[in-house]
């Protein structure tokens, strides 16, 4: 073995491969990991084998060193963008008798500027030396290169590297990767190194992705970039670009709902609206004169310290009594004016403020203040109290209002307005159309692609709904889950449900793998645990025209587009189903007459 690896040492007998790195929030190539394999005849094309005997015959230094001349080469000589990740020992980064700087003057010599390069640390044996191994970082990271530490909770140290050395990047082991789209305690794991890593500034890449349900669960938990197979396999000449299928999945979504506005609702609702006036000291009483107005006001919490109409503080009951009970504070405190106990820095804010604001503002500020309540003015002046319980009764009930109002997901009117504008339209006696729009087998495809590709696709579904209708005559509502409703008042609205029909069936087909869409369908357990093939999600259009005398409210309107949506769904695909009863029944009417 020793023989071998002198031959390939000395005839250079070792190549390149390529993985691409993704920044998993656009589907960008933000790099590449450079790999490195044997002759393809021997047993060591294998970087483990190969790593393993550099380590037996003691020549790991010379095979890294010969690896890293071959990855940096050939990743010029290609000419590849983005960033390099280099794997390097400990081992290797602590030898003194390495000259300092071999590395650099090697990338000046191939034209690669070494912020573009990444220091991998890759552990094949366990490390001890951190301070040593901290100073040769330091080194590194002044000639430019960043450091990333690979094989996270897999390695020896791993955990404790990352604090010590506080790298860019951290790459998690690929066991943490494999099936974290149904191992919860897997996707727990991803989550803490996620949130550990916004805290110190440090980059996540998952590692050995080889799934769209692990690219999509890995995606959703935040992490910056993702490698593996599913991705792009290592080679020689790498792409440049995703493939289309994941540059699909890791495309912005168009359809996602923008960070849901303040209602109409919330916005006119400001602080005010809590007002209450509680009786107000200046800040020149006496702490035995205020002690004197908690004990006949038993229900008294807050007191607001103003003088001549400008707020000062508040006293805190509970504050006050406490620090009365202790031993000699009356006497040493009782005849002092109140401000000794006072909070100086209240919460102060205009009458107009809106409750959403005011409820960002106790958020941010200290939890005492939650406790305290706020000081509302009118231009500065004092004009009454707001408490904290009042606060978020308000906030909550408002939250309830739009839940009611609007569907959190596509932001579209929910089901009181919608039943308020069926009423309007049969009272003023408007003509319209209403089609009760359905997904079909959406439930499977949230079991097999994850729920947060199901809201994926209730947002597209909205966005093809308002494509095709007209604002100004047609009225769209989301009745929840994957069910919506369109209220037409467009003459042409047949034509409008097959152009919906139509887009839909263009749509849907990108939310879905190659193999998917290849064999029309996709394979999920039904409710028994048998494995079921379904075919594609797709829409189902229920119609029910509205007519004088026969409709007299939404519920009526309601159970019949429901009846219309079930007719539709019995036919495969895409479908359109009319009730075309109550028009029949006015041409009997007729011909009676």
């Given at each position: 073995?020793?023989?071998q ?6 005839q250079?007998?070792l190549?390149a491969?390529f993985q691409?790195i993704?920044q ?6 933000l ?6 394999r044997?002759p ?9 084998n190969?790593f393993k005997?550099?380590w037996?015959n003691?020549?790991t230094?010379k095979v890294?060193?010969l ?7 050939q990743f010029a ?10 794997n390097?020992?400990p ?9 300092h ?14 912020q ?7 552990e094949y044996?366990?490390t ?8 040769a970082v330091?080194?590194?990271?002044e ?15 791993s ?15 690929m066991h943490?990767?494999?099936g974290i ?11 803490s190194?996620?949130s550990?890593a ?7 890449i998952?590692?050995g992705?080889?799934?769209q349900?692990?690219?999509l669960?890995?995606?959703d ?9 599913h991705i ?8 440049r670009a ?10 912005p ?12 609702f ?17 800040s020149?009483?006496l702490?035995?004169q205020?002690?004197?107005?908690f004990?006949q006001?038993?229900?008294?919490q ?5 003088d ?6 508040l006293?805190?009951r ?11 504070q009356?006497e040493l ?5 109140c401000?000794?106990f ?6 102060i804010v205009?009458?107009n ?34 408490s904290?319980?009042?606060?978020m009764?308000?906030?909550?009930q408002m939250q309830?209002?739009?839940?009611r109002?609007?569907?959190?997901l ?5 089901n009181?307005?919608?039943?308020e504008?069926?009423?309007?339209l049969?009272?003023?006696?408007l ?11 959406f439930k499977?495809?949230?079991?097999v692609y ?7 696709i ?19 509502g989301?009745?929840?889950g ?7 008042r467009?003459e042409?609205?047949e ?5 919906i ?9 990108d939310f879905?793998?190659n193999?998917d ?18 075919p594609?999600?797709s ?7 509205s ?5 007299y ?7 019949a587009?429901?009846?219309?949506k079930k ?20 041409t009997?009417?007729?011909l009676?007459?």
């Open positions: 073995m020793r023989s690896l002198q031959r390939i040492i000395e250079r007998l190549t491969r691409p993704v998993m929030h656009n589907g960008d190539i790099g590449y990991e450079g790999l490195i044997g393809s005849d021997s047993p060591l094309h294998s970087p483990v190969l005997a550099a037996d003691n020549l230094v890294e060193h690896c890293r001349r071959v990855v940096l080469e000589a290609q000419k590849l963008p983005g960033k390099l990740f280099l390097v020992s081992e290797c980064l602590l030898q003194r008798d390495v000259v700087g071999e590395t650099l003057d090697y990338i000046h010599e191939l034209g690669i500027n070494p573009r390069v990444i220091i991998e640390l890759t044996q366990p001890h030396d951190y301070a040593l191994l901290c100073e330091i080194h590194y990271r000639m430019g290169f960043e450091i990333a530490i690979d094989d996270l909770g897999e390695g020896f140290s955990l404790r590297l990352w604090s010590e050395l506080k790298p860019d990047y951290v790459k998690i082991d943490f990767i494999q789209d149904h191992d919860p305690v897997k996707a727990q794991f991803v989550r190194i996620q550990i916004e805290k110190s500034g440090t980059r996540v998952a590692e992705i080889e799934t349900a692990e690219l669960a890995v995606r938990l935040g992490v910056a970039c993702g490698q593996g197979y792009a396999r290592p080679h020689p000449t790498p792409a995703v493939s289309a299928e994941v540059a699909r999945t890791l495309t979504n168009p359809y996602q709902a923008a960070r849901r506005s303040p209602t109409t919330e916005q006119a609702a400001s602080v005010e609206k809590i007002l209450k006036t509680p009786p107000t000291i200046s020149r009483m702490n035995n205020v002690d004197d107005i004990l006001n038993p229900k008294l807050i007191i607001p310290v103003i001549d109409g400008v707020p000062v503080g006293i805190n509970y504050h006050m009594i406490d620090r009365f009970a202790r031993p000699y009356r405190y009782g005849k002092k004016p401000t000794v006072m909070d100086a820095h209240p919460v205009d009458k403020t809106s409750m959403q604001d005011v409820s960002h503002i106790i958020v941010e500020a200290d939890p005492d203040h939650l406790i305290n309540g706020i000081i509302i003015t009118d231009n500065g002046r004092y004009i009454g109290m707001g904290g319980p009042d606060l009764r308000e906030i909550t309830i209002n739009a839940a109002y609007a569907n959190p596509t932001q579209l009117p929910g009181v307005p919608i039943n504008h069926i009423d309007q049969l009272q003023k006696e003509a319209f159309c209403a089609c009760y729009c359905d997904l079909d087998h499977p495809f949230n079991d994850g729920y947060r590709r199901g809201d994926d209730i947002q597209m579904t909205s966005e093809v709904l308002k494509k095709h209708c007209d604002p100004q005559l047609d009225f769209i989301h009745i929840g994957d069910d919506f409703i369109i209220l037409f467009s042409d609205w034509i409008r449900c097959q152009d029909l139509h887009s839909f069936a263009i749509a849907i087909y879905y793998s193999e869409r290849e064999r029309g369908g996709y394979l999920s357990e039904d409710r028994q645990g048998k494995k079921v093939f379904y594609l999600v829409l189902s259009l229920g119609v029910v025209r007519r004088v005398n026969k409709y409210s939404h519920h009526q309107i309601s159970i587009a429901s009846d219309a007719q539709a769904k019995k036919i495969h695909g895409n479908s359109l189903f009319v009730d075309r009863r109550s028009e029949m029944d006015l009997v009417k007729q009676t007459a």
